[in-house]
């Protein structure tokens, strides 16, 4: 989504008072005159605190912080220094020995004292017992000490002293250590324009939302808990950090902290507690988390919140997810499993029905990787050959109208096939279904298949080049990477790779593999039967190669990975047309074949119209046109991840990568992309939906990093979500922006076109990407325009004078100009009336409406229902903050 962010120099950095430093900081490229200051500076990134105290091994970032709180362990009667309170006492000086009040350290107020004991000294108290002795620099004599506010931070640490009217005096309080030999100009901005201290006490306020323990004022970052926060990140996007036994602190002046306190609350310090307790307070309390008050969450926290209850979030292994967790999923009540129940059909696909033996193979397979405590229900209540048989059906009927068809179904009979395979084909039916309870005998029947593909695969090596068996494990992968689940997407995830490694081993991605398989009208019967079920297995092997290859595209779209899979290894030859694959028997096949004529000996490859997309166009009548322009897309996809991967590490003041060559290669790929447009309304009488829906989305892939993209919303952490904040700034001040929103709006047009039932899988996905692009761009619009001052008209182009741009409409001179100049109010259209993108909750709620269509929840798959709602808790989300 976004770019590379500038750094940013706050009023202390050494930059701006004119000093050049020769110690670069490798993170942000601050610069200092001293080592020692960017060490110190290094450790506000790293957060490493190397000073511990020896007696209760607490750790501090400076040697003088760790100094000072460990002169607090000196009491014999506390063998760990307490934390001072929310808020300091006001009481009068404690009694000192002239000894101690003389060295200005703390006295045990006994007689004599221990460090009067221990050092040999005359133990000497003043008369009365109650007076105490006067302290160098204070007034005597009853005068009123005048104390400049430098001067107070110049003392060293006072534990007592004393005042001939026994005045309380303020402490003397070094907040940033500044007098240590250990800290610079960098770490601290002296006070200005305060005097002196009048009368008897400070008045010093603070506001906890926005104090931190470390600040690091050359980058104008302060960390808080190991986060660094923008200093221009506004309000809206920063949650509440109070803390809820925390309503009262200290205050620097306002040259210190950059006007981040504005709590009045007066306190008075006693020059007793004079020991940097303030400082160790700051060290120590810890800032609540943001959930403290959801009332003043931000966006951000709430994406991040939505993401955890997501299926999206990260998979994190309990002991009880096992294969054999949802074996109870196997048995169907008879109110479904029945003849007249109502997803009974007559239809018939498949040139054949399951059998009743065929069913029984499969039983038996499940039995055997059932456990004990299962068995039972499962033999009472297993699916009855019937509806087996109808699941079956169903998939191959689905395959029928999609386009990337790879089984072969005219030479598919059940009845002969393995149970393994049997199982998985019934199992992707049964996850289209709309009933719940069919779509959880599915998934359960798909790990069964799993589990006995591995015992199969090891007894015999010889299986890994097997057709069936590898089309097997293909289906299991599909289902499992499109299921909603996180632990069966990592499973899918993970066993990707063994069977591209199959394949690849069988030189299934290599034109030697495949031959061309002539008929002829003089071919025997026979003869005819066997070259169609030969030219059958071959291309069957050659589209599960290209299957595989949409399939990690679009697995390492969803995922955001690099796909495993390169489209340099697709040098076989394209599909044949489709009608030769939808023949339905071996006359029918030949009669096609030889009326489209023989063609040419070699068709293209995934490689060759890579190198010239013209190839699609001059072998239309051999190929099968919509998949191999779909395999072509998807390569397009990976340029595309190459090019953002190219991106990220060129970031910033690269040694060795040029940013005019990223900014090439990104104008390289705009023509490609738009290119391959225009060939495909060219020879494509009717464009699929399905097609132009995927090539919308990967233009808009094109100009946002799909990463930060995801981050920004909050997929990992609050952290992440608020460090990508800078590249959102920049991205909506780009074109990019404008032409990223122009295409996620040519995606939702075009999911609106889609049959019903039918945007499920990578297509659900497409759409919640093109909403999850409209909702970052207006929450980081508004949170720009919060910052700016009441009244003051907003930025960019959601202005009353400029005209209403449907970003889900055709092309128009409107639609260039918001994308050029950015002259246009960005809208979409709604059922009633336009949904400005600039509201970001009401985007989301139309997303998701084209997503859902009329469907119930319970009948839309799990993978939809879970980007359902998390669309609508970011919609919330962006609601909250309005």
Not at 300 to 311: K, N, P, Q
Not at 326 to 342: F, Y
Not at 647 to 659: E, L
Not at 748 to 762: D, E, I, Q, V, W
Request: glycine share 6%; hydrophobic share 35%; net charge negative.
């Amino acid at each position: 989504m976004f770019g590379g962010s500038p750094s940013t120099t706050s009023p202390t950095s050494p930059q701006r008072s004119g000093a050049k430093g020769y110690f670069k900081c490798g993170s942000c490229s601050k610069s200092y005159v001293r080592a020692d200051h960017l060490i110190r500076h290094v450790r506000s990134h790293t957060r490493e605190k190397p000073y511990v105290c020896h007696v209760c091994n607490k750790g501090f970032a400076r040697p003088d912080l760790m100094k000072r709180h460990a002169a607090g362990h000196d009491s014999p009667d506390e063998g760990k220094r307490k934390r001072p309170p929310p808020y300091p006492k006001n009481g009068r000086v404690s009694q000192a020995c002239a000894a101690c009040a003389k060295s200005k350290l703390k006295c045990d107020e006994e007689k004599p004292c221990r460090r009067c004991k221990e050092k040999g000294f005359a133990c000497d108290w003043p008369d009365g017992g109650n007076d105490t002795s006067p302290s160098p620099g204070l007034a005597s004599h009853g005068e009123e000490p005048s104390y400049s506010l430098d001067e107070a931070f110049a003392q060293p640490p006072l534990t007592s002293l004393t005042h001939d009217d026994e005045t309380d005096m303020p402490d003397a309080v070094d907040p940033a250590g500044f007098n240590s030999p250990d800290v610079s100009i960098d770490n601290y901005l002296p006070p200005t324009g305060i005097a002196s201290i009048p009368d008897d006490t400070i008045s010093m306020t603070y506001d906890v939302q926005t104090i931190s323990p470390t600040m690091d004022h050359d980058s104008g970052v302060f960390s808080i808990d190991g986060t660094f926060f923008p200093n221009f990140i506004p309000d809206s996007l920063i949650p509440s950090l109070v803390r809820n036994d925390m309503h009262t602190s200290t205050n620097l002046p306002h040259d210190y902290i950059h006007d981040v306190f504005d709590h009045n609350v007066q306190f008075g310090f006693d020059l007793t507690d004079v020991d940097f307790g303030l400082i160790d307070f700051f060290n120590t309390r810890g800032i609540a988390d943001a959930s403290t008050d959801r009332s003043e969450d931000s966006g951000i926290a709430l994406g991040a919140e939505a993401y955890r209850r997501s299926s999206l979030s990260n998979w994190t292994p309990a002991h009880d997810d096992t294969a054999y967790a949802n074996q109870g999923d196997l048995s169907v009540p008879k109110s479904i499993d029945s003849p007249e129940a109502s997803m009974r059909s007559e239809r018939q696909i498949l040139s054949e029905r399951l059998s009743a033996g065929s069913r029984d193979l499969i039983f038996g397979m499940v039995l055997q990787t059932s456990t004990k405590a299962n068995l039972t229900r499962i033999m009472k209540s297993f699916p009855s050959t019937e509806l087996l048989d109808s699941l079956i059906q169903d998939y191959f009927e689905f395959q029928s109208c999609n386009i990337d068809s790879w089984i072969h179904g005219p030479t598919f009979q059940p009845n002969d096939q393995n149970p393994d395979m049997l199982a998985a084909v019934a199992a992707a039916g049964a996850i289209r279904s709309p009933i719940p309870t069919i779509r959880k005998l599915g998934y359960a029947l798909m790990e069964v298949a799993r589990l006995q593909l591995s015992s199969k695969y090891e007894n015999d090596n010889s299986t890994t080049r097997d057709l069936r068996a590898s089309q097997t494990f293909a289906l299991t992968l599909d289902i499992g990477i499109w299921s909603g689940n996180g632990r069966r997407t990592e499973i899918a995830e993970s066993f990707q790779n063994p069977l591209i490694t199959m394949l690849r081993r069988s030189m299934r991605f290599r034109r030697s593999a495949y031959s061309n398989i002539l008929p002829s009208m003089e071919d025997s019967p026979e003869s005819l039967q066997r070259k169609w079920r030969t030219w059958a297995e071959q291309e069957s092997f050659k589209r599960l190669a290209h299957h595989l290859f949409l399939h990690d595209a679009q697995s390492a779209m969803m995922l955001n990975v690099t796909p495993i899979l390169s489209y340099a290894e697709l040098e076989l030859p394209f599909p044949a047309v489709r009608a030769l694959w939808d023949a339905k028997s071996a006359d029918a096949w030949r009669d096609i074949y030889l009326r489209t004529g023989a063609g040419p000996s070699r068709l293209p490859s995934l490689v060759d119209t890579l190198h010239d997309m013209s190839e699609l166009s001059s072998f239309r009548g051999y190929i099968d046109l919509h998949l191999s322009t779909f395999v072509l897309l998807h390569g397009l996809s990976a340029l595309i991840n190459e090019y953002h991967r190219l991106k990220f590490i060129s970031k910033g003041n690269s040694k060795h990568w040029n940013a005019l060559v990223i900014n090439s290669r990104q104008q390289e790929l705009s023509q490609i992309l738009s290119h391959f447009r225009m060939l495909y309304h060219e020879f494509a009488e009717i464009p699929s939906p399905q097609i132009m829906l995927v090539y919308e989305m990967i233009s808009m892939f094109l100009y946002m990093s799909l990463e930060e993209l995801q981050l920004f919303a909050g997929k990992e952490d609050k952290k992440e979500a608020r460090r990508v904040y800078q590249s959102a700034l920049e991205w909506i001040n780009s074109i990019d922006s404008r032409r990223a929103l122009w295409h996620a709006g040519q995606v939702l047009r075009a999911a609106k076109t889609m049959p019903s039932g039918s945007l499920t899988g990578f297509l659900a996905v497409g759409v919640y990407y093109a909403s999850l692009a409209f909702w970052s761009y207006s929450v980081v619009y508004k949170a720009k325009n919060a910052k700016k001052p009441a009244g003051s008209p907003p930025e960019g182009h959601y202005g009353g004078r400029w005209p209403t741009v449907f970003l889900d409409g055709g092309d128009s001179t409107d639609v260039q100009k918001f994308i050029s100049l950015g002259c246009g109010c960005p809208a979409l259209q709604g059922p009633l009336e336009p949904v400005l993108v600039a509201d970001p909750s009401q985007t989301m709620a139309l997303a998701r409406g084209v997503l859902c269509a009329e469907a119930s929840h319970d009948a839309l798959p799990p993978l939809v229902q879970s980007l359902c709602q998390l669309m609508g808790d970011l919609g919330n989300a962006a609601r909250s903050t309005a």
